[in-house]
């Protein structure tokens, strides 16, 4: 089965600094997307970053940017320059097909709070 | 921009009634996602709908049930509420083609339901 498993589930970082989220997943697929969703209090699930697992290089979107080593079945997420806006929950999640359908699974999640 | 609207941000109901939990997409999308969300657990998904009048069990379906009888409708239902079912619910819509895109789901706000 299909899992998505996040070891932190607190993190902190000071203001301006750099932090890396962990996620490992476990799949017998050769080609396949994985996603960074974050929570923020106000509780709407954004996305934040996708990568897909035929790309070599690695995804970045502004101060986001993943370090994805598919042989290890690792999708990191490293926020640099940590803004108090990125307070939030961060979800790591992998498509998985059931039904006829995609289904998105969803690891439980890290608390990262920033301090100033 | 994709709409989900989730018909109650906050909701208290009573041990043993029924509840229905609403959510309207705007945008035509097929595919139709209700998960609950607790601490530590991170978000599981209790039914999936990929088109009118279908539905799929996900990971946690006991003491729910779902309607789907227009293609932007997707209500959850709690036949007979117990304290245990008291979370945040999440509602999500997306299309087939959408999920390797940028925003492979589309989240509504949720429900934080309390049940007493």
């Known amino acids: 089965a299909q899992t998505v498993t996040q070891s932190q589930p607190e993190m902190s970082v000071q203001e301006a600094e750099t932090v890396t989220l962990s996620c490992t997943y476990d799949t017998s697929e050769s080609d396949y997307y994985l996603f960074w969703y974050k929570q923020p209090p106000s509780r709407q699930m954004i996305l934040v970053i996708r990568q897909e697992a035929y790309k070599q290089q690695n995804a970045t979107e502004n101060r986001f940017s993943v370090n994805f080593q598919k042989a290890a079945k690792s999708f990191s997420l490293k926020i640099s320059d940590s803004q108090l806006g990125d307070a939030a929950m961060y979800f790591c999640?992998?498509?998985?097909?059931?039904?006829?359908?995609?289904?998105?699974?969803f690891g439980k999640g890290t608390k990262l709070t920033v301090n100033p | 921009d994709v709409k989900v609207t989730q018909s109650s941000r906050y909701l208290v109901k009573r041990t043993g009634e029924k509840v229905f939990l609403e959510c309207v997409q705007d945008m035509d999308h097929e595919n139709m996602f209700w998960y609950r969300q607790d601490p530590g657990l991170g978000l599981r998904l209790i039914y999936f709908s990929y088109d009118v009048k279908m539905k799929e069990k996900g990971d946690i379906p006991e003491g729910y049930s779902v309607s789907r009888e227009k293609k932007e409708r997707f209500s959850l239902i709690l036949e007979s509420a117990s304290t245990n079912q008291t979370s945040m619910y999440l509602c999500a819509s997306n299309t087939l083609v959408e999920l390797y895109s940028n925003q492979p789901q589309h989240f509504g706000d949720g429900t934080r339901l309390s049940i007493l």
């Open positions: 999640a992998y498509p998985l097909t059931q039904g006829g359908s995609e289904k998105l699974v």
